[in-house]
């Protein structure tokens, strides 16, 4: 692997690590199929040996080791063709999607503004790197002749306001839904979930920010920057329909009608996922009274689990029941509620059950299974944000929202590649997502 990084003697000459250019130019243009089969056997085996000593590790590792016959070659084939065709559909994507975003900073700059998204692509490339220390790496990977300062490209970012960014984000989507409308596999109609994720919990002086820095939604004594999204699920590509920061003192129903309102100037929807967190009944009436579905698990209260212990003693692993939800003034939601028995469940009481709650039927409560996709993506889109320590809202907002955007050009771009390749799409993808932002990070037609 020295050898194919051009590295005579390490690490006496080789006094940096390599960068990221670096290893993905190795990996993908110099090493051979053999070298880089034999590092991901080493790497396999160190994860395993670190796992089975108990030592936490990144991911999990495959136990089995992949088979080496006939068919090596044409898997290597297939990922060059892979490589070769993401690069052409990121190059058209980005010229598409990023003119949605302006920093408005006049006539007569220097650094031309594209220089300012790849900056914040770079970031995204690996995990917790902020801006002053990605400005100072970018400098060596750009190939401009002038790249931001890690302190001008915050300073002009804190300039926008969170309505312009949502606006700007909202624009990119847009553009980024004409592409991917112009193949046969996608189809502006499907599920979306609604959730809020929040960021790692704050451990500063929030003196001044208590209504940016709020609870967390453990409930627990700790703070922390919320953020709610609306995402396709379900067999649609994953894209983030719209992202919003979540304020002390805004109620849930305000934030899921004003997440729908942006689902569907650009989708058509049919059925809306949520957590139980979501579970009232002035929301599910303004979902119905759109004409959409829903499908909520429900927060146990006395008569659920009054309902369960019921159903213990009869064994029985599924109920369904009308209900009808007060919302005032002699006024009510109908709804029905669905109890079903969880699989290989350790207790022995009212948590052996879920229950749901639905306006559709049951025969929608699979869809249900399609809401993890939105908890797969938090874990991606939080991997891709830069890091920072500023409180300012509008900041840690734009870094949110951009990186809901890197995710969702990654999920289109494999879907455009997919379909180039072999005419149709699975949704476990082909691309990577470091793969699409190295792409992204280079100068493939984006300024």
């Not at 801006?131 to 302190?151: C, I, K, M």
């Not at 891709?384 to 809901?404: E, I, V």
Request: proline share 2%; hydrophobic share 35%.
């Amino acid at each position: 692997m020295l050898a194919s990084l051009s590295v005579k003697h390490f690490p006496r000459h080789y006094e940096t690590i390599p960068n990221q250019s670096t290893l993905w130019r190795s990996w993908h243009k110099r090493f051979t199929s053999e070298l880089r089969e034999t590092i991901k056997t080493v790497a396999r085996t160190i994860l395993i040996t670190a796992q089975n000593a108990g030592v936490e590790v990144p991911r999990a590792p495959e136990r089995q080791l992949q088979r080496h016959d006939d068919r090596s070659e044409e898997t290597e084939l297939d990922h060059q063709t892979t490589l070769e065709e993401a690069t052409k559909v990121t190059d058209h994507v980005s010229r598409v999607v990023f003119p949605a975003f302006s920093l408005d900073r006049g006539e007569g700059c220097e650094i031309h503004e594209n220089a300012y998204w790849d900056l914040q692509t770079y970031l995204g490339l690996r995990e917790r790197l902020a801006a002053n220390e990605g400005a100072r790496s970018f400098v060596y990977e750009s190939t401009r002749d002038r790249t931001p300062l890690g302190h001008a490209h915050r300073e002009h970012i804190r300039d926008l306001s969170i309505d312009q960014v949502r606006e700007m984000y909202r624009q990119a989507i847009t553009r980024l839904l004409n592409e991917v409308a112009e193949t046969e596999q996608f189809f502006r109609a499907g599920i979306v979930a609604i959730d809020i994720t929040e960021t790692d919990p704050f451990t500063g002086d929030r003196t001044g920010h208590e209504d940016e820095i709020i609870g967390t939604k453990e409930k627990t004594d700790e703070y922390a920057y919320q953020w709610a999204t609306v995402q396709l699920v379900g067999n649609a590509v994953p894209i983030v329909l719209d992202a919003r920061p979540v304020r002390k003192g805004e109620t849930r129903l305000e934030i899921v009608e004003d997440l729908l309102d942006s689902a569907e100037e650009l989708v058509h929807v049919d059925n809306v996922l949520m957590d139980r967190e979501f579970d009232s009944q002035h929301i599910l009436e303004m979902i119905s009274q759109r004409g959409l579905s829903y499908v909520v698990p429900k927060r146990m209260q006395t008569s659920e689990k009054a309902q369960t212990k019921r159903l213990l003693q009869r064994d029985q692993d599924r109920y369904e029941t009308d209900r009808k939800l007060h919302l005032g003034k002699n006024e009510w939601h109908e709804t029905t509620l669905i109890y079903r028995r969880k699989e290989d469940s350790e207790h022995d009481d009212h948590r052996q059950y879920s229950v749901f709650m639905t306006n559709c039927g049951s025969g929608h409560l699979t869809e249900y299974g399609y809401r993890w996709e939105i908890e797969s993506g938090y874990r991606s889109i939080k991997r891709f944000m830069a890091a920072t320590t500023s409180k300012n809202f509008g900041l840690r907002f734009f870094y949110f929202a951009f990186a809901c955007l890197l995710y969702s050009i990654w999920r289109a771009v494999d879907l455009l590649v997919q379909i180039e390749l072999t005419g149709e799409y699975e949704h476990s993808p082909i691309v990577t997502a470091d793969n699409t932002l190295t792409l992204l990070k280079k100068e493939t037609g984006i300024g």
